[in-house]
């Protein structure tokens, strides 16, 4: 093992299997922004909750891409929980939406960086671009993409979002479709993009255009952001809230106890 694979070794923790990062918000930022400037190929991250680790033990596939991530977020207050429970450093969590405005932030201070965002619909994403230009300046937005609706997409599905994204070469590709569609697709194609870091953020996109909003600050510093949006969405969340925290909760414990 080398000394860089040591070094990162040492900024995870591993929650039931699963290697979580330790780093902030800002060393996640910063993390990623070496891999921009490095002209690093194929590099992504992913955000994991107890909803999307429960289902990757259903799915080899969303296991594999979240085993392979380069940083896994502590997103949803389950995995700070867990971290506590399994006696780890874990103490606050980090959403999609932190570092995408993040990154955001910091790409337009410093005046570059061509971002590409593949997912939801023509009109969102256009919206998106217009408030882009806006918030961020020193960013060139140069191009999206909206996938069609589908549980699994076709080999000419897959070479048309991959010919999409591959011909503007971004530094930073946004994902923003549901989970595991969007980790499985950025893992099963990464050696194909030509792309230096991929973020697989799901509902950011419509958070940052207000499509959906975020829960009030109040919930989402006290870890609570889950429960306005189920009493909002109840028929679309019940399910990752009600089955699967409990399924979360036991993975915890039997690991706690082996």
Request: proline share 5%; aromatic share 10%; glycine share 6%.
């Amino acid at each position: 093992m080398t000394h860089s694979q040591l070094s990162e070794a040492g900024r995870q923790e591993l929650i039931c299997s699963y290697p979580v990062t330790l780093r902030s918000v800002g060393q996640c930022t910063d993390r990623i922004m070496t891999w921009i400037d490095s002209g690093s190929i194929a590099k992504y991250l992913i955000c994991a909750n107890p909803h999307s680790l429960v289902e990757a033990e259903k799915d080899p596939e969303f296991k594999r891409a979240i085993l392979h991530a380069d940083l896994v977020l502590p997103d949803g207050i389950g995995i700070v929980v867990a971290s506590k429970m399994l006696r780890g450093r874990i103490r606050e969590r980090i959403t999609g939406s932190d570092i995408f405005r993040s990154v955001s932030r910091r790409l337009s201070d410093q005046g570059y960086g061509r971002v590409f965002f593949l997912g939801s619909t023509k009109s969102n994403l256009a919206e998106i671009k217009q408030k882009m230009a806006m918030d961020y300046p020193g960013i060139s937005a140069v191009g999206s993409y909206s996938p069609p609706f589908k549980p699994r997409f076709s080999d000419i599905d897959n070479a048309d979002m991959i010919d999409a994204v591959n011909r503007f070469r971004p530094d930073v590709l946004w994902v923003g479709m549901t989970a595991p569609k969007q980790e499985k697709w950025i893992y099963g194609n990464r050696d194909r993009l030509n792309v230096r870091f991929s973020g697989a953020i799901g509902a950011v996109f419509d958070f940052y255009i207000g499509r959906v909003k975020r829960s009030h600050p109040v919930f989402q510093k006290t870890g609570l952001e889950w429960l306005p949006r189920l009493l909002r969405q109840p028929r679309r969340l019940w399910r990752r809230t009600l089955l699967s925290a409990p399924r979360f909760l036991s993975m915890v414990v039997r690991t706690r106890i082996n």
